[in-house]
């Protein structure tokens, strides 16, 4: 008995002492208002990342898109939304809003 009661205190002792997972790393993006749209933020390795997008125009749309990525808001939705995202090393990225995807993109490369 009292061998398994100092086995389940070191197991307790284990677990607290365990790192907690490592929160995804977060990229921000935004369009509008006006004819603006920005990532303030770029990755600096490849990795899983949260994309928190702020959309402050109901005439315009936030599409982040490349390899194994296609995540968008709709053009008439206003506010803020997260994605989780996959970005590849060495890969490039268009962010776009999509009615006016001649004016309004830019792009990032993930370095390798």
């Not at 086995?7 to 977060?26: E, G, R």
């Not at 369009?31 to 920005?38: D, L, N, R, S």
């Not at 996959?86 to 995807?101: I, N, R």
């Amino acid at each position: 008995m009292k061998a398994s009661i100092v086995i389940l205190a070191a197991c307790a002792l284990l677990l607290a002492a365990w790192p907690a997972a490592a929160a995804n790393p977060s990229l921000k993006g935004a369009v509008g208002p006006g004819e603006t749209i920005k990532m303030t933020s770029k990755p600096k390795k490849a990795g899983t990342y949260k994309l928190i997008v702020q959309d402050r125009s109901s005439e315009h749309n936030f599409r982040l898109r490349g390899p194994g990525v296609n995540v968008a808001t709709s053009v008439s939705w206003t506010g803020t939304k997260t994605f989780t995202v996959k970005l590849k090393a060495g890969k490039t990225y268009t962010f776009v809003c999509d009615p006016h995807a001649d004016d309004m993109r830019g792009s990032f490369k993930v370095p390798a």
